[in-house]
């Protein structure tokens, strides 16, 4: 009994899909790798999943884009327009200018010079000494810079000071002010000696043993 005939439609779950899509394409690509290599054809496959996932085989001889050239050789048809063309010529105009770029840095650095003229090795000295005069020039403006910002911050450090002092010192002219309103003026020189007399009602007799040396 025949399997019977499966309707081709969208699968509506998502799981199933998934699943679908995942052995129906290790399928495809199998299919792909035995046509290329039984029958010595070039075989590019591209495939892209409704979330913009890339799945691709080519032929292990060739390249996808090998393989779009050729296609444009025989069947005469351009697969890209002339944005896409600028595009590219483009790009191969950036990659000759980071090469040549790469070549001039390596120059610069004393690398692959034996085997330039004069008149080149004239220039890459004067580019060297023009090089060196614009570092002098930053590093004297980052200097300035950081010598301004040092006096700054010691003004502010003396400012800091003066305003600590100053109140300091209204600090202790509060203290004496609030002695003098308790009936008592003290000199601040005399402030140690004043806590060594003995409280009021208290005297101090001398010691007669101590005088005479009574034994």
């Known amino acids: 009994m ?8 969208r699968i509506e779950n998502p799981s199933n899909r998934q699943v679908t899509y995942s052995k129906r394409r290790h399928g495809i690509f199998k299919k792909a790798e035995e046509i290329s290599v039984l029958c010595d054809a070039k075989v590019s496959l591209v495939i892209i999943t409704n979330n913009s996932k890339v799945h691709a085989y080519h032929s292990p001889t060739t390249s996808v884009e090998d393989i779009l050239e ?3 050789k025989i069947s005469g048809k351009r697969l890209w327009d002339a944005k896409h063309e600028n595009l590219s010529n483009e790009i191969e105009r950036i990659k000759k200018e980071n090469d040549n770029m790469q070549i001039e840095l390596r120059h610069l650095k004393g690398e692959d010079i034996a085997a330039l003229p004069y008149t080149e090795l004239q220039q890459l000295e004067d580019a060297l000494e023009h090089g060196i005069s614009s570092v002098r ?3 004297m403006e980052i200097y300035g810079k950081l010598q ?3 006096r700054r911050l010691e003004e502010e450090r003396k400012e800091l000071t003066y305003l600590w002092h100053c109140q300091h010192k209204q600090e202790v002219m ?3 002010m609030g002695e003098m309103e308790g009936g008592v003026c003290i000199n601040p020189q005399d402030r140690d ?3 060594q007399i003995p409280p009021f009602g208290l005297s101090m007799q001398p010691n007669f043993h101590d ?4 034994k």
Do not use: T
Not at 2 to 7: A, D, M, N
């Open 2 to 9: 025949g399997r019977g005939k499966i309707e081709i439609k």
């Open 70 to 72: 050729h296609y444009h």
């Open 137 to 139: 020039d930053k590093e």
């Open 148 to 150: 301004k910002n040092v």
């Open 174 to 176: 509060e203290g004496d």
């Open 193 to 195: 000696y004043r806590y």
């Open 211 to 214: 005088i005479f040396d009574v």
